[in-house]
């Protein structure tokens, strides 16, 4: 039988097997571990209040924030029957 520094064929084969079957179980590790951190829904579901409120949040700041708030309601309080228009002049007839 022919020796592979001072090791027979069939250590060496058994030496293969059992780093494959190491590679295996680390493999398996790996995919249960990566499911685990891809799991973004049962993430969502976990945090739900806080991704809502960050989610309102995100919206009113793109929306404009309090700025766009106050205008919106300023206009509101504005708003009337538009008479005549002569470029950016208007004049509106309130009925207060």
Do not use: W
Request: glycine share 14%; hydrophobic share 40%.
């Amino acid at each position: 039988m022919a020796t592979h520094n001072g090791r027979t064929a069939a250590q060496v084969r058994r030496d293969i097997e059992a780093e494959r079957e190491q590679l295996a179980e680390a493999v398996e590790d790996l995919r249960g571990g990566l499911a685990h951190v891809t799991d973004i829904s049962g993430k969502l579901r976990s945090n739900l209040p806080l991704v809502a409120a960050g989610a309102l949040g995100a919206g009113f700041f793109l929306a404009g924030g309090i700025g766009a708030t106050m205008r919106l309601l300023a206009r509101r309080g504005r708003e009337g029957t538009t008479k005549a228009k002569l470029g950016p002049f208007s004049v509106v007839d309130r009925d207060d």
